[in-house]
């Protein structure tokens, strides 16, 4: 199975070119912007952070009262749950005196337990804050790795986490690999592999099966 992901990998890579992700200038905007995107797609967050910009610092989003901000970050729908998720995520972070260097230093796993402990963290918005703020390699599994391996052939189990295993057992543990998988595959399945997907001329045309259904 080794192959097949690095072989997928190495496709993307050479058709797409690096990502270079998160779209974000400081760990602590990408970590904000990954609970915003939660059932949105990227413009409206994009909409939202031009907003909550002038106010991005941990002890600003700290002090200011929950219904501003929820007015603020309006944009990415579902405003109102998403300020109480950034408030109980700055709630933890104030812990670590907003140090990101600090919270590196952790064990994956042991910070990966804490943020699934915050309300409103679910695995997917986890691990991107492991990956894209704290520099841990790990896979990210969202409905696009879903679906472009599924169309591919592999029958992934179902679970996140049996998903994610698949794939971490099968490549190495290079925080750069991870960084760029990820970001390659959200690229593919909005350039490729759609809904409904453009085979002709996929770079991974000669190795999928194309199941669509
Ligand atoms: S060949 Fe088609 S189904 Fe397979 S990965 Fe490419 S776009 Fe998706």
Redesign the pocket.
Known sequence: MQHRFQSIYDRLLDHYGPQSWWPADTPFEMMIGSILVQNTNWRNVNKALLQLRPHLEPVLIDKMPIDKLAQIIRSSGFFNIKAKRIKAFIDWFKDYDYDIGQLKKKDKNQLRYELLKINGIGRETADVMLLYAFHKPIFVVDAYARR?FY??GFDMPTTYDGFRMVVEKALPSDLQLYNEYHALLVQ?AKE??KSS???KG?P??TI?E?R?N
């Open positions: 472009i169309r591919i593919h490729h592999c997907p453009i085979c996929c991974l045309n999928c194309q669509l």
